[in-house]
């Protein structure tokens, strides 16, 4: 049988681990349940969702970690705009009322761990994705501190990355900006948003870098962040295409890193990483159409 | 006849056209005295001129000699390359010209794509103007009605808030393929069951506690851009709590920029000096084939 703890205890745990690095950033640590309640098995995940939290309280797991808010308070120091309002919006939503349903009645406590993971491991959750992708970020990689990394790759297209990107991330939307059958030797991947577009130009900053791999845009896709710098970017002359493969998707691979590292130093505690499919779909012509 | 002029709208209108009139008579027509008439215009639909983060010069000198308007959705560099071409060195475009809402020029001055832009349009004695605020605040908002017109969909749509339409019921996935003939591209996003019925469909962007308006009276939404983080995960948690529900989402451009192009034949009579045309900024999504 497992030790038991609590959410308090684990949480010391894992900020000792990181160097003290919890953030105080808005809607992340507990998000829902009770840090005091104990804690017999963690599930790692990217969103907390009801399928999930339904299939932890089937097989008795207290502890969900997740990179996304279960409530959708994604937040961030860059764009406060995105939840202004979502709170008051989202009081009596049954969507909400649902999962807090399940989180009280098995006594699971959600914790969002997604700020202070990036802090520690800047490149962890791009690392992991250019993996999941079959790509090897170069040693070393010219900014350690960004979160993009850089890979070196045989002569490709964005158009065939994103076949790799349907079959082994199971995304289901991937969309590219720019020429996608342009080949491609060097790519900056970057797990989850492009913005801010000034960390954006900094990661596409080597002139050889022919290709983007990320999840999605920020604030707004493409028109208010980086998305529309980066038409821009392709406007001014630069032979450069993105591949959008979804936020989602870019950031499930990181998830299995965060369990692994999590198991390093809470060995006693058992841990498992849960992906979620993509939820997205795209209309795709008919057969015989 | 059904045109009524009020005795105010009447006023508005000799105001505009007056005041269209003296500039005519000024000399060749400037980016500014084009701007004036708009406003004028505006006015004259009881749309006042007011103090706006968003609408106003963003590139080049207002007082510019016009050879013609290019009126679009963003002025990319793209956009701003073709109207170039096409010989029209006043853009008048619905979103902004530096990456951000507030068109943060401080922010990215130094940015080499910025220096590069702002280059190009100086170069060629063009200028760049914004309308965002001032367009959407006419009635029916043109920003809207556009995609509704585009949509075939105008005898459906009520501009009433929270905007909807009302069609003919269809499956969800029907009314994906309908949105990708109708606006002409592949980028169409959904989440939501595909076998859905679907005859109520809200008009609500861009992000999540705007949509929720729209998911809690309509089948479905369709949104041009939202954070995936957010309104994807709520979706999808509430078709798994059995909500029949979808969000379809499309590109800010083919959400609005029909708008834009409606903009064209509203400020012609304005500028009769010079030729008006509207340059599609398309999808920039491609949504390439997979084998699935």
Known sequence: MATETTGWAIEQILNAAMGFQMSTAMWEGACAGNVHWPMRSAVVCYAPTLEILRRAAAEGKTLVVSREHPFYMHGGLNYPYLTEGLEAALKDDPVVQAKMEIVDAHKILIYRLSTAWDNFRPQAQSTALARALGLSPIEPQPSPRSRGVICDLRRTTLAALAQTAYDRLRARSPRIVGDPNAAVTRVAVLAGETDPKSGLAALIADPKIDGVIAGAGGVIDEVDGALSYFQDVVGAGRGIAMLAVGYGPSEEPGGEELARWMRSVLPDLPIEWWPAPDPSWIPRPRAGG | ?292
């Open chain 2, 1 to 292: 006849m059904e045109s009524a002029i009020t005795r105010r709208g009447f006023g508005l209108s000799v105001g505009w056209a007056l005041a269209a009139g003296a500039a005519r008579a000024a000399g060749p027509l400037t980016a500014a005295q084009a701007v004036d008439r708009i406003k004028a215009k505006l006015a004259a639909e009881g749309v006042t001129w007011k103090t706006s983060y968003f609408d106003g010069f963003k590139i080049g000198d207002p007082q510019v000699p016009l050879t013609g308007i290019a009126t679009c959705f963003q002025p990319t560099f793209s956009i701003l390359r073709r109207a170039s071409a096409a010989g029209m060195n006043f853009v008048i475009s619905h979103e902004s010209a530096f990456w951000d809402g507030f068109d943060p020029v401080e922010v990215v001055k130094d940015d080499p794509v910025y220096e590069a832009k702002v280059r190009f349009v100086e170069e060629r004695g063009m200028a760049v103007w914004r309308i965002h605020d001032h367009w959407h605040a006419r009635r029916p908002d043109p920003i809207s009605s556009g995609l509704a017109a585009q949509l075939g969909w105008l005898s459906y749509f009520s501009d009433e808030r929270p905007r909807h339409y009302t069609i003919p019921e269809m499956s969800l996935d029907g009314v994906a393929r309908y949105v990708q003939d109708r606006l002409e591209t592949k980028n169409v996003v959904v989440v939501g069951d595909p076998q859905l019925r679907v005859r109520t469909i809200g008009d609500q962007s861009h992000i999540l506690s705007v949509v929720l308006t729209g998911l809690r009276r309509f089948d479905a939404v369709l949104v041009g851009e939202t954070p995936q983080h957010d309104t994807f995960e709520y979706m999808r948690d509430a078709v798994a709590l059995g909500q029949k529900k979808a969000v379809i989402m499309i590109a800010h451009e083919r959400l609005e920029e029909w708008g834009m192009r409606d903009f064209v034949p509203w400020i012609k009579p304005a500028v009769p000096e010079v030729p008006v045309q509207w340059i599609s900024s398309g999808d920039p999504f491609y949504i390439p084939p997979l084998a699935v």
